[in-house]
């Protein structure tokens, strides 16, 4: 991401210099090997700005309190807090440096929120569906500072209809990955469902009355439904199953076009 910079530790060095920017000290975060430091574990330096409190920092540098081992990978990150850096006075003529620098900031965490959810909603996150709601709940307490309360009210309300579509989403089985045949899968196709069913089939040619059939999708064994038919409507009988081929047999040993399909559960782990 545009937003963070990598390192490699030396075992010296407790500097790492970053260029993305900001708005206040509680945006930056560390890991080192993936494993998050606190607060008091590193300490932010920003860049020097003339008015802290109404300009984004360009950059800046944080320090470690220990020296990361040799080799170890360390990430500096933003990840903009809700907080209010500008206190509005009812006295004071408001200034346009800092409205804009109030929306500025709005701008980059809805950004960043989006990028978040966006992640969170692909299908390869799918079966963790409560992290979406953890990271939903988390953004609404911390959206006071910049909602009024009937805004806060509508989110509240979307984030609850959220909740019971995702517990009647969990209630259905449904497809999360699928292939539709063409000549480059040898005219295969399948269809794989959130709680590992499976279906799946083709068609082929043989030159032989007895042939073999390669399941694109390995079973979890072969305690599953099997049918092969002859387009010329001939007696085809399936003769043994794996995990992974299904054999059949023309009845009159005769050859030529036929279609198959398969039913069951999927190896799991896939």
């Not at 063409?182 to 709680?195: E, G």
Request: charged share 15%; proline share 4%.
């Amino acid at each position: 991401m545009a937003n963070t910079q990598t390192f490699t530790g030396d075992g010296v060095t407790t500097a790492f210099y970053f260029t993305f920017p900001f708005f206040g000290t509680g945006d930056i975060h560390v890991t080192v090997n993936n494993i998050p430091l606190t607060s008091d574990d590193f300490t932010v330096y920003p860049t020097t700005s003339p008015d802290p409190a109404d300009t984004e920092y360009t950059g800046g540098h944080i320090e470690t309190a220990t020296a990361p081992a040799n080799g170890a990978t360390i990430k500096v990150f933003r990840d903009i807090e809700l907080v209010r850096h500008i206190d509005y006075q009812p006295t004071e003529q408001p200034q346009s440096h800092q409205l804009n620098q109030d929306f500025n900031q709005c701008m980059a965490a809805l950004v960043e929120m989006s990028e978040k959810l966006t992640n969170t909603l692909s299908l390869a996150t799918i079966p963790t569906l409560a992290d979406l709601l953890a990271e939903l709940s988390t953004i609404r307490e911390s959206l006071p500072d910049f909602l009024t309360a009937d805004d806060l009210e509508t989110l509240n309300t979307a984030v609850s209809n959220l909740q019971g579509a995702v517990t009647t989403l969990n209630g259905y089985d449904y497809v999360v990955a699928s292939q539709s045949p063409t000549a480059d899968n040898d005219y295969t196709w399948y269809r794989q469902y959130k709680s590992g069913w499976v279906e799946q089939g083709g068609i082929g040619t043989t030159s032989s009355a007895t042939f073999t059939v390669n399941l694109p999708l390995e079973m979890s064994d072969a305690n599953y439904s099997a049918f092969c038919q002859s387009e010329s409507n001939r007696f085809i009988a399936v003769q043994t199953k794996t995990a992974t081929t299904v054999t059949a047999w023309f009845g009159d040993n005769a050859t030529g076009k036929y279609s198959w399909t398969v039913r069951g559960i999927k190896k799991s782990g896939d």
